[in-house]
């Protein structure tokens, strides 16, 4: 493997040789890649410039909190790298174009690039009256998706109505909304879900795809393991207040404000398979999550709970076990934190590497991470 050519792409991010090296070392832990696939994901990004994939991004139903994600990441370089890395050619809401015009340059790219791009579809696809509560340039959603997924080298579905039907299919459906699998029988869908989706996932998912040339292993329901393979709850910050049965009851109350576990105000991490607790949001490391600060999860990224199963209502839970081994739980006025545990550890040591990477690289920002918690 040849050392990675870093000058260019350090110098336009503005961060050190050994910084950027250890951002790539915790994606790659993000993966579960070993520390010699760092390098290669290094080169892919440092040579960006040559091998950039042509990338044609749909909108359907949504709020555009996809994209937003990766626009407003509060981590200075994250949308730069992605945009950087990539040859967008046609992208609804960044497009400075519009009209007939923009519509010729995606049909262009899609033909000049048969078999290699990329699509990603993002928002969820109507398809009752013919998917006519959804068109763009005159033409149905629908029509777009499929048009643009014939001749795609590799499908994403980013956000969970693009990857299930998200909000838009919330019963009763008035418009017969799907994700994108559905209207795509026979093609591989990689789906991304959560509401908003992590930037990071789709960094990781894409970065895997342009420097290996394959998509990285995906569990049953097409996600990309590396992100969806665990339980939130065999991971989160407040489990130690599960197993010991301290549990807050109401918003405010004293158990909340203690940062005890939101399981009884209908908390979902005991059913959804998430890398939310290691990798958190806004800025790695130095980020928040929804249990973080005293919001339950409600089960965005699952098919079946999220937008569907009401907010207030108990959260099955999967797994009964509790560790072995009691955490200890060390308690500062308003926070938690916990100094064992062998399941949070897991997720923990993840965390700690992406955090670590991502602190460094955001040199001027704030570099807090203690888990924040709720004093509402
Ligand atoms: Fe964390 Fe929710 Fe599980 Fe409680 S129920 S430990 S808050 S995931």
Redesign the pocket.
Known sequence: MREPQTDFVTRRLGVSRRDFLKFCTGIAATMGLPGSAALSLADTIANSAQQKPVVIWLHGQECTGPTETLLRAEHPTLERLILDMISLEYHQTLDAGAGHHVEQAKEKAIAAHAGKYLLVIEGSIPTKDGGIYCKIADKTMLAHTQEAAEHAGAIIAFGSCASWGGIPSAGPNPTGAKGAYEVLPGKTVVNIPGCPPNPYNFLATVLHYVTFGTLPELDEKNRPKFAYGRL??EN?E??P??DAGRFATEFGDEGHRQGW???KLG?K??ETYANCPAVEFNDVGGGTWP?GVGH??FGCVEEGVGFTKPLFSL?TVKTHTPPNAFPTIEQRQGSVKMTGGAAALAGAAVGAVLGATGIAIAANKKTTSDTTESDS
Do not use: M, Q
Request: charged content about 10%; some cysteine; aromatic content about 12%.
């Open positions: 939130i709850h989160c407040r489990r207040h599960f576990c939101l399981y908390c991490g005991p249990i339950p999860c959260s």
